[in-house]
């Protein structure tokens, strides 16, 4: 939870360099270095369009104050059933119920270890 809130607060950029139409380099947080392109063409004063940047930033949120009116009505609904089975799993059951308390065991007419010859020594 406090990674998804570092993320979604913190204002970030992707840079992307690209070479005659190939990916070369990535870079968040920082510009992205060059393929040495644009260094041969300020040189030789010649115009070539290989290279290109791509920059997209994501701005993070400024304002956290998120109210359950805020929220549609089918949000409310799922928050409201979601706390209600969590908390519902930490109920403290102080008997543990005992499911054939009203089927007494069988009546046995025989011994059965006796009839089979089977004893605990």
Not at 18 to 40: K, P, S, T, V
Not at 58 to 67: A, R
Request: with cysteine.
């Amino acid at each position: 939870m406090a990674l998804f809130l570092l993320v979604s607060t913190t204002s970030w950029t992707v840079e992307k360099h690209y070479c005659m139409g190939r990916l070369m380099d990535i870079a968040i947080f920082q510009e992205a270095e060059g393929c040495g392109m644009q260094l041969l063409d300020a040189e030789e004063n010649i115009e070539m369009n290989c290279c290109s940047d791509e920059v997209t930033f994501v701005e993070g949120l400024d304002d956290l104050k998120i109210t359950f009116n805020d929220l549609s009505s089918d949000q409310q609904l799922f928050i409201a059933a979601y706390t209600h089975s969590y908390f519902g799993l930490f109920d403290v059951v102080l008997e543990q119920p005992v499911p054939n308390k009203d089927y007494p065991p069988p009546i046995l007419v025989r011994d059965i270890q006796v009839l089979d010859q089977v004893f605990i020594i």
